[in-house]
């Protein structure tokens, strides 16, 4: 059964998904020597960061070759899209080329939406949410309150996540390089950092007072967390700014947040 390719790449995006799309075009002047070996102007192949490949030139052996380079493309960094004709010049020589035929692809790399995982649906974590319904993050909202986690309360969230337990609800996060953790749970409760700790993100922050954040880093260590996760955590999370209210907050966090995700810049706060 044929796969619209068009309509699987929406559904990939929209679950949030990292993939790489080949863009297949041949420039030809003369007539083909063999024209079912060629591929075909205009054909696509999708590879998901998991290696699922949809799609297909036409062409086993160019399909392989092109796949090959999609994995080498998929966990990049830097541009998203790239032009690997020149890199693909052995096929270029393949009997079913004339010279004067050039096989072109474009490689696009689609990044998943940065996620935004407030843990904790008090009222730091809902003026967190307020604020950030402006930036470009999904919202997902995790608690094991139901009271304070839902619709009602988080209309702008995209994802809800309250399960009874707090260690059930953290299971069900999407942890990848897309997610920014804000941890502002209950300030005496450190199950959301030690579960956190070790996941993958590319930020994660959790709210406290130096005093308490200390001791839970002492506590952690005494478990064998290591020093570089523990670095690697922005904490007391947010910026300096001396905020008092959830909004001054939610100011403070956010900034820092968009500041590594712009920047990827590196900040050294954590307690000694």
Known sequence: MSIN????????ISEGRRFVVANIAIETLSPLKEA???????????????????????????????TNRLREFVHEKGDSSILISQSLSEIQKKSYFK???????????????????IVGAGEIGLAIANLAAGLDFN????????????????P????????????????????????YIV??????????????LNKTWTYCGMLGSKNRIRAVWKKLRSEG????????????????IGAQSPQE???????????????????DKNPS
């Open 99 to 117: 010279d004067a035929q050039s096989l072109k692809v474009l490689i696009e790399r689609v990044e998943p939406t940065q996620k935004l995982v």
């Open 139 to 154: 919202i997902i909202i995790v608690d094991e309150r139901a009271d304070l986690a839902n619709q009602q309360r988080f």
């Open 225 to 240: 967390a290591s020093e570089e996760r523990l670095d690697a955590v922005h904490a007391p999370i947010g910026f300096d």
């Open 36 to 66: 079912a070996l060629v591929p075909q102007t205009g054909s696509k192949i999708i590879l998901t960061d998991d290696d699922q490949v949809f799609g297909t030139t036409g062409n086993d052996e160019i399909d392989e070759e092109i």
């Open 156 to 179: 702008m969230a995209d994802l809800i996540i309250c399960e009874s337990d707090l260690l059930k609800a953290l299971s069900l996060i999407p942890f990848d390089e897309s997610c």
């Open 5 to 12: 390719l068009f309509k699987l790449k929406q559904k990939l």
């Open 183 to 196: 941890i502002a749970f209950q300030a005496n409760d450190d199950r959301a950092i030690r579960y956190c």
């Open 249 to 267: 907050i939610a100011i403070a966090v956010l900034a820092e947040v968009v500041a590594v995700k712009n920047k990827g810049m590196p900040l």
